[in-house]
Each structure stands twice: as structure tokens, then as C-alpha cells.
């Protein structure tokens, strides 16, 4: 039944966003916002002359591991600033972008990670009606008033979580007619980073299965068929074999020591670390292993919890509601039990809270949902509002997922039971 006792809907922001002065004034702030955090006003920044830590990052390293065959081995000696954890499918990525010379690399990386986020505000309602399709910029921005932390940290690095999370978002709005293009840009994002091949779970159960068929092609080509190409098959098994060699090293327990004695460390965020800091118990200690294993096990148990919900509501379609609850919910799943959790990596709240915005703005929904939504996305913006010292913020984030999780889970069955109102595609 209708429920209007809410006053505000997502056909009076639609009439906000279509306001002479909000289409200016909305654009204008975004804008400030990017270029504040790409270039800091700074004008060696602005012309490209001076490139992120992250993106400088990714250039040397991609070019060379590509000339030598093999990551390099600079963390064993304690150096964790050398840390290049992407996989060889990354490698091949950076080269190619890279193949014109710094400067060209980080204008176009500029230019992925500014399109990362408008099309992740744009994809995140691809399933909804016409006034919160209209009105998405407004909704992506107030969601990143909420929870900018993440972008802002990305955008300052110039590291590809922005990259990584648009490429997953158009395949998302994308899924329902070019599902082979859809499954070819998550292939690309799992071949930037691994946090988002639990999607191709999803794909599984509920297709279609030509986007799976294209994930697997697209990483088939860039895992296998193209180092072997290069490298020659014992100089491929050699670059994965090192690969794992970093992931080991940056794994274990010794780099929260070093960390610790550094003046400009990596920003780690993970559970982990909070524990240390906060006990004082070492990284191994039987009370640290204990306590990081009971938070993990409450995180499963709430991530278990809702794929229970989300399976007993039956197969769904994307873009819907319900498909991109289950689809932020499989992007945070690995985080908090991450070795190597940066203060960037959080970006899939983003979806979490344009999906809260949008059962908010939704009269339809029963008052009970949309105060669910309501609290979860108060609740996240309240504990990124204070600012918890970085050490332990990986309580904090730790706390954020898990009540976008719980809040997902309560909503789950009335998502599901929402009839489709548009059809599935998205117009980029």
C-alpha cells in the first residue's frame, strides 16, 4: 500500500535537481570537489607535471615488472613503500596506459577516476523511475557528503579504486542488454584488483550466463593467454610465483612492526592493526589472533545471514534494488578481512548509501524500511563525521559494513518483492 506520511520523495528532488540555479550550482560544486582532491589548486598538479604517489606508483612498477619478468623484491628487506601487490593482469593494464609516457598515464587516469565516479552515481539507479534517474547527481553527491573519505583519499593518491568501482558500476547498469560488454568491464576490475571476483558468484546463480562466459574470457586472455604471449610460459609461472612472493610478505605479521617505526608508512586500516593498537598485544599474540577471529566470525555470520535472505527471495535481475544490495555486500565482503585494508578501498559504500538515499525518497516503500534506510545511512555518516585516528579506524569501517549489511538484510525481502519499474539497461 502507498505510504505518503514521509514527506519528502524522489519526485520533489527531481524537481529540486531540475531547479535553473541546482543545475548550475550542483555541477559547479562537483567540479571544486574533484579538482580540489586531483590537482590540491596546485598548478605543477593541474598541468599534469607532477604526478599522485599512488599513480607514480604504478607507473614505475608496471614498467618494471614488464621489463623484468618478476615483482620486486625490495619488501623482503623491510621496505614497504615498494609494496606492489597488484596482480600481473594489473601490470599489463598500467603498461598499456602507460606506453606514452608519464604525463599522458596520469591525465588519463584523471579521466578514469572522474568517469569512475559519475558513473557510479548513474549506474547506482539505473534501476529506479524517472525522478531518481533525474535527480542521480544530487544523490551521488549527498551520498558522498556522507562517506567522501574514501573518494577523497583515492583521488588525492591517484591510486584506481574510483577506476575499479565505476568499471564494476557499469557493468552493473549494463548487465541486462550488453551482458557480454558487462562481463568483460568486471573482468576488468577483478584483473585490477580481486575484491570484486565474488561477484562472479552472483553471475552464477543469477546470470546471464554471457556475462559470466565474458568475465571468464577477459581473464582468461589477461591471466594466461597474453603473459604467456610476452613472457613465454616459465617467465609467466616465475611473475606469478614472485606476485605471490609480495602478497606473503605484506601478509604477515612483521609489517605492522615496521610500520609502526616508519615516519611516512602505508595507511593500513585493518582490523588487525586496530586491535594492536588499542591492546598493545602483539600481531601473533593469542589475545590479538582470538579477537580478529571473533570479529571475523560476527562479519561472516552477518554476511551469511543475508545471502540467507537474499537466496530464500529467489533470482533477481540488475539493475534492481535487491541486485545492487547483493552486489555492495559482495564488494565489502572481503574488506575487513584484508592484510593489506587502505583507507581507499572502502569506496563500495558509496552504492550502500545511494541505495539507502533512494528507499528513503521512495513513498512506496512501508515506513519501516524506508526508517531502516534512514538509520543506516545516519549511522554512517555519523561515524565518518568524527574523525577516528587512523590506526584504528578499521573498527570504524569494520562497524560502517556491518550495519549496511544488517540494514540490507532487514530490507532484502520487501527489495525483492518491489516490481521492476524500468527496463534494464544503462544510457552513459
Known sequence: ??????????????????NRTMRFVLPAGLAIYLAYYLTGFKPARIWLLEPSVDTLIEFNRAREVFASGVYPQQASAGNFNAVFPYPPSAVLLFYALGIFGLRVFMAIRMLLMVAGLL?????????????SRAAWLLLGAIALVLCDTPVSWDLRAGNTNLVFLGLILAGYGLLGRRPWLAGSLLALSISLKLFSGLLLLWLLVNGPRAALYAAAIVIAAL???????????????????????????????????????????????????????????????????????ALWAIWL???????????RSGHVTAPSRPALADWTVLLLTPLPLSPWLEPYHSVPMLTGAILCLVIVLDKYMGDADRIIAAMALAAVGLMHAVRIPLPIRGFVLLAQFSLLVIAFGLLRPSLAARPASVPPALDL
Do not use: C
Not at 558513473?119 to 525522478?131: L, Q, R, Y
Open 1 to 18: 500500500m502507498p505510504n505518503r506520511s514521509l514527506s519528502i520523495d524522489s519526485s520533489a528532488v527531481a524537481r529540486l535537481v531540475r
Open 119 to 131: 558513473i557510479t552515481f548513474k549506474a547506482s539507479v539505473a534501476g529506479e523511475n524517472d525522478d
Open 223 to 293: 591471466w594466461i593467454v597474453l603473459p604467456v604471449a610476452l613472457f613465454g610460459v616459465g617467465q609467466t609461472v616465475s611473475l606469478y610465483a614472485s606476485w605471490r612472493e609480495q602478497l606473503r610478505l605484506i601478509s604477515g605479521p612483521g609489517v605492522y612492526s615496521f610500520i609502526a617505526s616508519m615516519r611516512h608508512g602505508p595507511p593500513l586500516v585493518t582490523v588487525r592493526r586496530a586491535i594492536i593498537v588499542l591492546s598493545g598485544a602483539a600481531p601473533e599474540a593469542p589475545f590479538t589472533r582470538w579477537l580478529l577471529g
Open 301 to 311: 555470520g552477518a554476511v551469511g545471514w543475508y545471502a540467507a535472505r537474499a537466496w
